[in-house]
C-alpha cells in the first residue's frame, strides 16, 4: 500500500495540516480506562496506564467524575452503560481500570466538600462502578485506583 492510498478521493478537498508522527498499529491490547475528562491529569493517566500498567493504546473512557457515570445515583448512567458495553463486546475488553482523581470537579459540584472530604465518596463510587462492571461482564479483570496529589507530585494507589 503506498502512502497517496491514505488520502482517499473525499479527503482530496480538505487541505492537509499536520501529519504525526504516531504510527498505526492495528493491535487493539483489550484494556480500557475509564476516568476523568479533567485535560490537567490526562497526561498523567497515560503515564500510569503506559507505564505502570502496560496497557499501549488502551481504549480511553474520558467523562467528567470518570467511574461516577456508571453509577445510577450520581446520573441517569444508562447511556454511559450502553457506550461500555458496544466497547467490551467490539473491541473484546479484558481489563477495565476505573481511576478517581483527587480535587475532581464532578465531586465538588456534588458535594460541595474539600478534596480531601470527597475521598470516600469517589472511593465508594469506585467500587459501586466496580461491582456493576462484574454484574454486567462477570469475567472481566477490573481495577481501581485513586489518583492523588500532592503540590505538583501525582501518585496513583489502588483501592481494594
Ligand atoms: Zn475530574
Not at 482530496?12 to 476516568?35: C, K, T
Not at 467524575?65 to 446520573?75: H, K
Not at 456534588?110 to 462477570?138: M, N, S, W, Y
Request: with cysteine; net charge neutral.
Amino acid at each position: 500500500m503506498t502512502g497517496s492510498s491514505v488520502l482517499t478521493p473525499p479527503a482530496h478537498q480538505f487541505p492537509q495540516r499536520f501529519v504525526s508522527f504516531e504510527r498505526w498499529n492495528p493491535d487493539r491490547i483489550g484494556a480500557l480506562a475509564m476516568y476523568c475528562s479533567d485535560g490537567r491529569w490526562g497526561d498523567a493517566f497515560d503515564d500510569f496506564c503506559h507505564n505502570h500498567l502496560h496497557i499501549p493504546r488502551y481504549d480511553r473512557f474520558a467523562v467528567p467524575g470518570g467511574p461516577a457515570c456508571l453509577v445510577e445515583s450520581n446520573y441517569d448512567a444508562h447511556e454511559p452503560w450502553r457506550q461500555l458495553s458496544m466497547l467490551v463486546r467490539v473491541h473484546q475488553l479484558q481489563k477495565i481500570v476505573l481511576v478517581s482523581h483527587y480535587g475532581c470537579a464532578h465531586y465538588a459540584e456534588r458535594l460541595k466538600l474539600t478534596p480531601d472530604e470527597c475521598i470516600p465518596a469517589q472511593v465508594e463510587d469506585l467500587h459501586h462502578a466496580a461491582v456493576g462492571v462484574l454484574e454486567r461482564f462477570p469475567r472481566m479483570n477490573v481495577q481501581m485506583y485513586l489518583a492523588m496529589r500532592r503540590n505538583d507530585r501525582l501518585s496513583f494507589h489502588s483501592v481494594t
